[in-house]
């Protein structure tokens, strides 16, 4: 009897299933099969599809498998060989990360000072401000981006226009203003590679990303205790001090997980490259997100667009390593 | 009580559920739906009066991407046919052009779409050789009679039918007749009124217009391709027409990028003169009071030749009933159909014996008569990408038109592999 039932190591024994682990696992087994046939599976046949010449005529269920091709998908892409004018894979990436990287700067130095500036002690109508400036955020991304490029209009928008207007009072000739935002070639500023339709995607982004930034800045601000303040203010610490010092340390574990996420967001961000400039001009404002769409959609390459996806996944999976690094060597504001 | 209702609405649900479900097989006679009724021989030729047809049809059309009218006659030509089948069922869904073809190859190629669509046969060739599209060769033997020889061969792969014709297009020269009181007939002649300030002419640019500005090729001496299929755009003629249209814009031409922002300076009265298509009659006539049609002018080596289509209803390879799509779709085309679309919305007929009253749809007739008929290979699919950018980097950045076009024939020539 006793020598049947010999103890089992500890290490051993945590492989083995408790019965309260058992019922865990029981509920947990629904989740698991969706998870793994609308998650995990698609992923897996992904991957798959990204070492053939997967075409439309794969698509339907029962017919023959596409060829083998090794690693040729990923070769052509990293080639530029993929008969696609414009495209250029390694420039379009550095794009991607500088569009991202740029946005959320903005984005959260912008959401931090509004949230101070509203923080304010006295200000009168700050639940008004809040919501009206929560606006962009609720209204639906397409006609966000429909609206900026017809703002953007180069012979009808609102921003010439108004720039004709303000012009007009300095006798500047209305022709001046007929900038062309979205497919202007030549790069506004010198030595920035950054075509006038970066900018133009930049200001219409920004009007819509600082505000919720500024929301979790608000809710981070209002959890800093007020003595903290008033004991800065005793030993003589100025605004600025006070600033870098009390609100910037407590801000931080708010905003930088936010921040993460907002660069993730941001460089998946397909409406507005899609819809407001299409990718022009000569596809500089195209992103890694727009060009994948494109493969399937308009060039009907379903393997090469498999081993697109296949290098976006690595590219995020790595962007969100060094951030969490980054994030974990800096949330902690009691050091 | 309440249990026996509640056996009753299942019982209720269930019976309405399979009348449901039996609703695309049963209506349709066995007959029309048996394989043996699409060997040719039990067709009833064109000449006697067509069976009525049974059954149920979903079909997708883009006829509102146009001017509208499209739609009026569409309806119109739907409203007799259920009319005179009370058996039939059609269930029409319009899809935006842009979104066509793509979304209905790739529902036709997991076994889903329409039953049959209308569209231009501006991908025919890529559908029939991916087998997205119904071979129709024996179906419609002996039923084209009346049919244009350029509608049938635009019809047409490797020899082989894969659409019904309905009508023709090409592009020509809209203009505003109470400004350009002659339109120009020549390049030059353009080229000089539009420098005098004469006439406000407006493009369809960027790299989305190339179709409306293939026709200068010719004008310039210009073809696209070899009888290989290997690109011949730069050796001559091309760049040259490409160079005349920067000289064009030089002169205070306009070149949209975007194909509304042309449409509407024309109907706003800001451009007299405009290329495109028969589609958008309906909308120009009815904000230009006196609209005209004529070529697109020729150039130094000949009549500019755009590139002329055909329309077509195509058949699902899916379909439950292919015969009750065909007979449908040569209805939805035969002379009485075609008049309507003739009437009520510019079509260009692809049915020999309906006359045009219509001047503006008469110059389109001329247009096409004289238009380059789309080739269906293969080759072509690499054409529109590479040659759009080319245009795009002439218009829209003072690129050498000789160096763009080269290095867009040889792109294309690379994917070809040629």
Sequence with gaps: MTAVSAPIPARKRRWLPGRDARTAYVYLLPAFLVMGLITFYPLIYQVYMSFTDFQLRNLRIGSEAPPFVGFDNYIRILGNNLSIPNFHFVRMLFFNIWWAFSNVVIHVVLGVLIAVMLNTPGLKFKRIYRAVYILPVVIPPIIVATVWRNMFDADNGAINNLLQIVGGLFAIPAEVFRINWLREVQDPIPFVPLPLAYFALLTANTWLGW????????????????????????????????????????????????????????????????????????????????????????????????????????ILLGITIVTNKLARATARYDA | MKRHLRLAALVAGAAILLAACNTGTATTAPESTAPESMAPESMAPESQAPAALSGQLTLWHSYSSGAGTELDALNEVLEAVRAENPDLTVDVLEVPFNDLFNKYNTDAATGAGPDLFIAPNDSLGFQAREGLILDLDAMLADKLGDITETAVNGSKVDGKLYMVPESLKAVGMFYNADTVTTPPATTDELLAAVEAGDIKAGFFGGNNGLYHNFGWWAAFGGSLMDDTGTCVADQGGVPDAYAYLAELQEAGAQFFPNYDDMANGFKDGSLDLIVDGPWATGGYKETVANLGVAPIPAGPSGPAQPLSGVDGWYINPSTADPQLAVDFALRMTNQEAQQVFVDKAGHIPANANITISDPITQGFADAVATGFPRPQVAELDNFWGNFGNAQQQVLETGADATEAIATACSEMNTANGK
């Design chain 1, 211 to 314: 505000p919720l930034n500024s929301v979790v800045a608000t809710g981070a601000l209002q959890s800093i205790p007020g003595e903290l303040y008033e004991a800065a203010e005793m030993d003589g610490a100025s605004a600025w001090q006070r600033f870098r010092n009390v609100t910037i340390p407590f801000l931080r574990p708010a905003m930088l997980p936010y921040a993460i996420y907002g660069f993730v967001i941001t460089f998946n961000l397909f409406h507005l490259s899609y819809f407001m400039t299409a990718g022009q001009p000569f596809g500089r404002t195209e992103l890694l997100v727009t060009q994948a769409f494109r493969l399937v959609n308009e060039q009907r390459q379903y393997g090469v667009a498999a081993a697109f996806a296949v290098f976006m996944f690595f």
